[in-house]
């Protein structure tokens, strides 16, 4: 996802879904030019200092992370 605009909070996935146990993988970046599978490799500002997330699905909800990032872009 492109927002288009840098924005920042705890990023959530609605889940409509699941079947198994897939996994979920997010990384962010400020800039699609820093994007990398484990997200922005630059120094982060983030409550969160890895710049990506992995989840298990194992039912359908909302899964939100425990710590904000930021430069979500």
Same mark, same amino acid.
């Given at each position: 996802?492109?927002?288009? !605009?840098?924005?920042?909070? =705890? ?15 997010? &990384?962010? &970046?400020?800039?699609?030019?820093? =994007? ?17 997330? &992995? ?7 909302? !899964? ?10």
């Amino acid at each position: 996802m492109d927002y288009g !605009i840098d924005v920042g909070g =705890l990023p959530a996935f609605d889940v409509t879904a699941a079947s198994g146990s897939p996994q979920l993988r997010a &990384s962010y &970046s400020e800039s699609l030019s820093y =994007l990398t599978v484990n997200g922005d490799p630059r120094p982060s500002h983030s409550a969160d200092p890895q710049r990506y997330d &992995s989840y298990t699905v194992n039912e359908p909800g909302t !899964i939100t992370n425990a710590y904000v990032q930021g430069g979500e872009r």
